[in-house]
């Protein structure tokens, strides 16, 4: 059990020493070195003073100021490597919506087959139709509204799928339009 604590509070403390660093040390604040210790309440303490007389120190970190140079390189690294990061997340981004509008096209030329088949078998149902004698008519009317029907419906879905390609075309035209304002 007092080898569980022993970890939990080395952890700890190295998770507050790589904040304090990260945070004190990149930016030039500080220089030298920083304690840790805990004192006789067990609360463990950092400090960049010197160490109550009768404490053990736990860890030392060194760190060393740097110059405004070496800040303003690691600055201008760290800028770069953003704009990077923002520009893959764009490249992203564009790409993804140019498959979609691949997709949207491929969909929509799907669903203008389904429909020109349709229409051309209802165009053939309803030529036989007129064909027949009239007796024959009474009982294929029915049918050939049906047909019609579908042929509309599967015309009005490829309308949508149409509308829905050119939709995600613009808008991955427009990603990649503002993609490349941003370079």
Do not use: C, W
């Not at 080395?10 to 020493?17: D, Y």
Request: no cysteine; proline share 1%.
């Amino acid at each position: 059990m007092r080898f569980i604590r022993n970890v939990k509070a080395n952890l700890a403390v190295r998770l507050i020493m790589a904040v304090v660093v990260t945070t004190f040390g990149s930016s030039g604040v500080l220089a030298g070195e920083i304690s840790v210790y805990k004192d006789e309440d067990g609360v463990i303490n950092l400090t960049d003073r010197p160490v109550p007389s009768g404490t053990q120190v736990q860890h030392v970190i060194r760190y060393k100021k740097k110059s405004a140079e070496e800040l303003d390189q690691a600055k201008a690294a760290d800028d770069q490597k953003r704009r990077a990061a923002e520009v893959q997340k764009e490249a992203e981004k564009t790409q993804g919506l140019q498959e979609a509008a691949v997709k949207a096209r491929e969909e929509a030329e799907k669903e203008n087959a389904l429909a020109r088949e349709k229409i051309e078998a209802a165009e053939k149902y309803l030529e036989r139709y007129r064909q027949k004698k009239r007796r024959l008519r009474r009982r294929h009317r029915h049918e050939a509204e049906r047909i019609a029907r579908e042929a509309e419906e599967a015309q009005a879905r490829a309308n949508a799928a149409i509308e829905r390609a050119n939709e995600a075309e613009e808008t991955a035209r427009k990603g990649s339009t503002a993609q490349s304002g941003k370079k």
